[in-house]
T-cell receptor, first 112, second 114 residues
C-alpha cells in the first residue's frame, strides 16, 4: 500500500514568519520519488521539488527548504520568512511502483 | 521546453452532455496519468496509461473512459455528465521506462457542469 499523509489541513501565519508543512509517507517500494507541489488560487500545480529515495540530502532553494528523513518516512517543507504570495495549497506526493499518490494538501494563508 | 498540454483549459457543459478532454504529454514520456480535483479536495487518481495500454485504474466512474493513442496523447471521455463532475482535471506524464522520477503536470482543464 502507498499513502501520503499531510497532517495539517490549514496553517495561517503572519508575513515573515516561518512555516513548516509536514508530510509522512508509506510505501513498500525501495525506489520511490517524493514531490512537493504548490497550487495557487489559479489552480495549476506548480512543481517545487523532487527527491528520490536514495538521496536524503536536505535541500534549500531560496526561502524554501526540505528535510527528507527516511528513518521516519518524512519529507517536510519549510518556508522561511513567508510572504503573502506563498498563500496556496501545498501538496506532498509520492510516486512508487508507477503509482502516484497525493496527500490531502495543506492550505497556507500568509497574512500581511 | 515543451510541457504537458491539456485542452481545453475551460469547458462548460450541461447535465447529461458529453465532454472530451485531451492531454499531450512531454515528448518521449511513455506514461500518462489522469486526476480529478473537486473543489477543496486533493487530486484523485482516475486512470493511467503506459505505452498506450491502461496500466492502473483508480476511482474513475463507469461513465468515463480514456485511451492513449499511437502518438501518446490521451483523451478522457466523460458521458452523461453530472453536476458532481465539475472539477479540475489534471493530466501528468512521466518517463516510466527511464525511471527518473520525472513527473510533469499540465495546467488542468476546468470542467463546469450546469
Amino acid at each position: 500500500a502507498q499513502k501520503v499523509t499531510q497532517a495539517q489541513t490549514e496553517i495561517s501565519v503572519v508575513e515573515k514568519e516561518d512555516v513548516t508543512l509536514d508530510c509522512v509517507y508509506e510505501t513498500r517500494d525501495t525506489t520511490y520519488y517524493l514531490f512537493w507541489y504548490k497550487q495557487p488560487p489559479s489552480g495549476e500545480l506548480v512543481f517545487l521539488i523532487r527527491r528520490n529515495s536514495f538521496d536524503e540530502q536536505n535541500e534549500i532553494s531560496g526561502r524554501y527548504s526540505w528535510n527528507f528523513q527516511k528513518s521516519t518516512s518524512s519529507f517536510n517543507f519549510t518556508i522561511t520568512a513567508s510572504q503573502v504570495v506563498d498563500s496556496a495549497v501545498y501538496f506532498c506526493a509520492l510516486i512508487g511502483d508507477y503509482k502516484l499518490s497525493f496527500g490531502a494538501g495543506t492550505t497556507v494563508t500568509v497574512r500581511a | 521546453a515543451a510541457g504537458v498540454i491539456q485542452s481545453p483549459r475551460h469547458l462548460i457543459k450541461e447535465k447529461r452532455e458529453t465532454a472530451t478532454l485531451k492531454c499531450y504529454p512531454i515528448p518521449r514520456h511513455d506514461t500518462v496519468y489522469w486526476y480529478q480535483q473537486g473543489p477543496g479536495q486533493d487530486p484523485q487518481f482516475l486512470i493511467s496509461f503506459y505505452e498506450k495500454m491502461q496500466s492502473d485504474k483508480g476511482s474513475i466512474p463507469d461513465r468515463f473512459s480514456a485511451q492513449q493513442f499511437s502518438d501518446y496523447h490521451s483523451e478522457l471521455n466523460m458521458s452523461s455528465l453530472e453536476l458532481g463532475d465539475s472539477a479540475l482535471y489534471f493530466c501528468a506524464s512521466s518517463a516510466r521506462t527511464r525511471n527518473t522520477g520525472e513527473l510533469f503536470f499540465g495546467e488542468g482543464s476546468r470542467l463546469t457542469v450546469l
